[in-house]
């Protein structure tokens, strides 16, 4: 196609994953519900952290910034969609979608590196609880945290960026909630090799180093608590569960699915 034919667009149409009016009745309720539980649920954890001291420890602070990040994470792209489902009008600016974009993958991101910085603490203070004060100082765990910002912050904008190269024509339609990578890249009509590879394969090393720590931390947290004798000698005592292990498959699942996964075709 003639570069001549190309034009910048101006805007997208978020439509959902609905047209049927009554469906989208159903879906608002819905995700509503699913966004009002989110958010009062993570603003519960982060108030019940920041107001009682015994708290007010690596663990978690780690803890009260993944509810920050999830927190963050649904309000950039929950609202939008409920806007959509109750008017016609379902458009977002081209500055918008990319703006939702780069929110998107640096916040699935930065809660990907936080669940493996919590993996790293709950390591030491299991394994090497001797020299937990010590390694787990307030000045790492705020090193930690910054490094895990950084890192999310130059991958988003990094994607983002790339994005700004691409050139879309045809159809606007988005049959999606939000404005997702794999999306937006099958709307383009211009060469996107650069970013599928570079998607591909930062995406690999951003999600599947982490969750290969978390893995490795957990199986030897495991694996001195058992070798930890009971008052008996008989029975060995059961591995604790904090909060973190109940957390880490569905956020690690959600972060990469939410960038790294191919969607279906946009018609």
């Keep these: 196609m003639d570069g001549s034919n190309h034009s910048r667009v101006s805007e997208f149409l978020l439509l959902g994953i609905s047209e049927s009016p009554e469906q989208q009745r159903v879906l608002f309720w819905v995700f509503l519900s699913m966004y009002l539980v989110t958010v009062v649920g993570n603003m519960l954890i982060i108030l019940a952290i920041g107001s009682d001291s015994r708290l007010h420890t690596p663990m ?25 489902l109750q008017s ?10 990319l703006t939702q974009l780069y929110f998107l993958v640096s916040l699935v991101t930065l809660d990907n590196l936080i669940l493996a910085t919590m993996a790293y603490d709950r390591y030491v203070a299991i394994c090497q609880p001797l020299h937990y004060v010590t ?3 307030p000045g790492l765990c705020v090193s930690l945290l910054a490094l895990c910002w950084a890192l999310s912050v130059l991958y988003g904008l990094t994607l983002t960026l790339l994005m700004t190269r691409v050139t879309f024509c045809g159809s606007r339609k988005i049959h999606y909630i939000f404005c997702e990578m794999y999306v937006l890249l099958r709307l383009a009509c211009s060469n996107t090799q650069v970013n599928h590879t570079v998607l591909i394969t930062t995406g690999i090393f951003i999600f599947l180093t982490p969750c ?22 008989s029975t060995k005592p059961s ?13 690690t699942g ?9 969607s279906t075709p946009t018609p």
């Design 212 to 233: 290969g720590f978390m893995i490795t931390s957990y199986v030897r947290i495991v694996r001195a608590i058992l070798r930890i004798p009971s008052a008996s000698g």
């Design 239 to 251: 591995p604790p569960v904090p909060p973190i292990w109940l957390w880490s498959p569905s956020s």
């Design 254 to 262: 959600r972060s990469a699915w939410s960038i790294c996964s191919p």
């Design 60 to 84: 978690y602070f780690f803890l009260a910034n993944l509810s920050s990040t999830d927190l963050f994470f649904v309000t950039n792209t929950i609202p939008k969609m409920l806007v959509n």
């Design 88 to 97: 016609q009008n379902k458009a977002i600016s081209y500055a918008g979608c």
């Design 135 to 137: 390694v787990m100082s």
